[in-house]
Nanobody
C-alpha cells in the first residue's frame, strides 16, 4: 500500500518559519518527480514547486520563490518543504505529491496536478498577521 505521510505545519505569525515533511512508503520515489501543492477553500489546488529526481533542480511559483525551499532525501524516501518569511496569504492546506512515472518529465513549475499519482493527506498551515 502506497502512502505519503505528512507532518509538520501548524500556526505561526507572519514572518515565521515552518517545515513540512512527507515520508513515503510502499513505493520508492528516488527516480520520480515530487512536489508540493496547496489549497485554500473555494480555490483549486495550486502548485508550489517541484524537485527533480536527484534533488539537483527545483522550480517554484513566483509567490514563494526566495522564501520556500523544496528538498528531498532519497535514502529516506522523503520530501521536505522549508518555509520562511511566511505571509498570511500562505495559509492553506499543503499536500505533497509524487509521480509514478520515472524521470523528470512534468517536473517543472507549473506542471499539472493531474500528472501526480500519489498524494499526502494534507497538512494545514495557518499564518496570522
Amino acid at each position: 500500500q502506497v502512502q505519503l505521510v505528512q507532518s509538520g505545519g501548524g500556526s505561526v505569525q507572519a514572518g515565521g518559519s515552518l517545515r513540512l515533511s512527507c515520508v513515503a512508503s510502499g513505493f520508492t520515489y528516488s527516480s520520480n518527480c515530487m512536489g508540493w501543492f496547496r489549497q485554500v477553500p473555494g480555490k483549486e489546488r495550486e502548485a508550489i514547486g517541484f524537485v527533480y529526481t536527484f534533488g539537483d533542480y527545483t522550480t517554484y511559483a513566483d509567490s514563494v520563490k526566495g522564501r520556500f525551499i523544496i528538498s528531498r532525501d532519497n535514502a529516506r524516501n522523503a520530501l521536505y518543504l522549508s518555509m520562511t518569511s511566511l505571509k498570511p496569504e500562505d495559509t492553506g492546506m499543503y499536500y505533497c505529491a509524487a509521480r509514478r512515472q520515472y524521470g523528470n518529465a512534468g517536473c517543472s513549475y507549473p506542471s499539472d496536478r493531474a500528472l501526480f499519482d500519489d498524494w499526502g493527506q494534507g497538512t494545514q498551515v495557518t499564518v496570522s498577521p
